[in-house]
């Protein structure tokens, strides 16, 4: 029988919120509830250009207040664009504010010439370290315990005090599985169920080779519906994008996105990923129905068993 996991992201891509049939957070966020997902998920989108977006962690407050079950994640809150004493603090009260329900979805961020970046005053070249480093003080803030921020600074003790939440770390980078490995969880995206199997394979060498478990795999993937001339149009813009964004492959490119006509089809695309070490798939429709898209879903998990 399936354990796959199937989370969906809110309906708060960049065009959307301009959209006046756009379905406002709240009322999302129940619909998601109702259809049985399992998780719930926001971007960290930040770029600063003047492309529409709502800030995070206020978005998932709001999911909190207006849900009961779902889990609600990050996917991914940009590290380096926070100092940590922020990060431990948005964490603690998210954790209060859902009872416990939060994923923290992690990484150093895309986009780091944006006017954003240099709004706060992060240089790009320093984000990696930036991550690393809020990630080693989270626990310890989250904890309660007094944590130097700064070298000679006084120490910060924050509460209340909650729990580190699962740390799902993003990226297909090797850097990015490293930290997976040291911290419990890799949140891959774009990458199709034959390039996954590969990277599980190594990853769990990884986990091996420093004797810790094995990290849980969530995979963010883009769902087209349909395959009449408007899916197809869809499908071939957002390969392009990826050809010239995050320079693939063509032939790799074309198979990241999941097209699927029926329940059935889509249920055999998740078996894929599960079989080739998915634990959890996040994807919602990029065409159609916002609804529909989301139904669809759902009744293709339900026939995995």
Do not use: C
Request: aromatic content about 4%; proline content about 10%; cysteine-free.
């Amino acid at each position: 029988m399936s354990e796959l996991k199937i989370g969906t992201g809110l309906p708060m891509a960049m065009d959307e919120l301009e959209d006046p049939r756009r379905m406002p957070v709240p009322t999302a966020a129940r619909l998601i509830e109702e259809l049985g997902f399992e998780s719930l998920w926001v971007p960290d989108l930040i770029i600063g250009d003047g492309t529409p977006a709502l800030e995070a962690a206020l978005t998932l407050a709001a999911a909190a207040a207006s849900t009961e079950r779902v889990r609600l994640g990050f996917s991914v809150l940009t590290l380096p664009l926070r100092s940590p004493a922020w990060v431990a603090t948005q964490i603690a009260t998210l954790h209060v504010l859902s009872e416990g329900r939060l994923l923290l979805g992690v990484g150093s961020g895309g986009f780091p010439d944006s006017p954003f970046w240099h709004a706060v005053g992060v240089p790009g070249r320093e984000r990696g370290a930036r991550t690393d480093a809020t990630l080693r003080m989270l626990p310890h803030l989250l904890s309660g315990k007094p944590t130097e921020i700064v070298p000679g600074s006084p120490p910060l003790t924050l509460a209340p005090a909650a729990p580190m939440p699962p740390v799902l770390v993003g990226g297909n980078s090797p850097v990015a599985m490293r930290r997976a490995v040291e911290y419990g969880g890799w949140f891959p995206s774009l990458i199709s169920p034959d390039d996954l199997r590969p990277a599980v394979a190594r990853l769990r060498e990884l986990a091996e080779e420093r004797a810790v478990p094995a990290p849980s795999v969530t995979v963010g993937a883009h769902l087209i519906v349909g395959d009449d001339e408007s899916a197809r149009a869809v499908r071939d813009s957002f390969v392009r994008d990826l050809i010239r964004t995050h320079k693939m492959p063509p032939e790799t490119a074309a198979k990241v996105p999941m097209v699927a006509s029926s329940p059935a089809e889509l249920a055999e695309i998740f078996a894929a990923y599960e079989a080739a070490g998915a634990d959890r798939i996040v994807t919602g429709p990029d065409n159609g129905d916002y609804r529909s898209g989301l139904e669809m879903i759902m009744e293709a998990r339900s026939l995995l068993g």
